[in-house]
């Protein structure tokens, strides 16, 4: 199902070759419009659905064997961490669907680890990770440990 | 065209692939190298990028031992079972003790984590699988990597490590290119962090047209976990199993998906039923079974008690009988049906 580009929407500016992890939104030299160089390395991913201010991009269905005329169409919200989905059928039907993408104002919930304490020098030399054990939320005992679960596993590869 | 070279140096840990691997090995590495230079080389925009570019549904494995639902010991059990024996049991069981406060940390980042109302426990979709609003979880961990590294380069391929010139068998940086200018970096670097993907569209498939070679997986997946690493000199271990996710026509999952809710089954070229074949020997476990039953307490985690007992039990016998077609018995050589 790869990517399609309504052209008299689109306006060029480029956030979907921005994003495209596949590398295959690219700018037409003459129509200055998007469009999807290589659909058979499409994903699908949406990517470049989701990052188009104009809602210019959509999705179809793969033209050998699905049927046209349906409809996705997506507007993602960092600001209210929302994600709205609208897919309609080729008969018609509707479905609308609202999503959370965050539980925190977005941008704001990730420390920098460069700022936070350093770690001390017995904890450079356990075997937790950082925030370990606090974060495992473990009210009794902190990392499992082979010892403490009585077991000896099998080291490397031993077949 | 004049292509430049660009060169990147004293760099003290590169991270190659920003993918949900790559960019938490940044995160880390940071914590426990504060003032060292973090440098993320990325194939694609680090935002959207990997094999959780477009978000993901669940999270795949959560141990919940806090709730008293498995333990990492458990993991090790299930993975060996699933992947007949040919496993690394002590780097299952390092993963599976951690990534219980890596899913917290997600949480604590703003990943929506679906929750049951009644318990507070997370929202389960199977034993290891947790229900979450994961539009967003690329960008979330991006984030978090961004915040970390020095400085990130977006869409370089890198495609060479570079080896020590004074010290042999260690890696002292790495080359690529820019897929979009063309121009060569050249990152010079104490240590190499590779975190890139994996390959997909190995196997050609047997569709045609648009529909040909679409895979559950990324596409973009170019094999540089590979590449690299073996250019390097890496030994390659855990090759027997390899995982080709076919995607079935009108879903978007992969063929795994027919298993958990279609309950179907598979079988090897002989015709055999290979999984419930081999089931009752892959249950015995490589530690001594003693020790770990006096860990699993069979109160908390019922179906522990129902996994460990033997073949004949009536959890196996369930499984079986969902698993048969009509008028087959079990093990009865089928025809192939192809996958």
Redesign the interface.
Known sequence: MPTFVYMTRCDGCGHCVDICPSDIMHIDPTYRRAYNIEPNMCWECYSCVKACPQHAIDVRGYADFAPLGHSVRVDRDERKGTIAWRIKFRDGTEKNFLSPITTKPWGTAIPKLAEVPAPSEEIRNSQLLYNEPKWIRMDEGGLRTLKDAGLTLKQGVYY | MAYQTIVEDNIDILVVGAGLGGTGAA??A???G??KKIVIAEK??I????AV??GLYAINCYMG??WGEN???DH?RYARIDLM??V???LL?DMA??V???V??F??????IMKDPKTGHYMREGRWQIMI?G??YKP?VA??AK??ADKVFN?ICVTHLLMDESRPNRVAGAVGFN??TGNYHVFKSKTVICGAGGASNIFKPRS???????TWY???SSASAYGLMINAGAKM??MENRIVLARF??G?GPVGAYFLHLKTYTQNALGEEYESKWFPALQVP???TS??A??TSSSRRPWCAARAAPPTSSSRARRAKGRAAPGTRPGHPRPHTGS
Do not use: C, M
């Not at chain 2, 935002?47 to 990997?50: E, F, H």
């Open positions: 995160w880390e940071r914590f426990w504060q003032d694609a925009n935002d959207r990028s990997g570019a477009q031992t806090r333990n990492p010991e090790v024996g040919l690394r049991e002590d069981f003790r951690h219980d406060s890596t917290h940390q949480e604590e980042w703003g990943l929506p609003h539009e967003s979330i984030e978090a915040k970390s869409r897929v979009r045609t047209g648009e529909g040909a070679g679409r990324a596409p973009w271990t855990q026509k009108d978007y490589s530690a001594s020790a770990r006096t860990t």
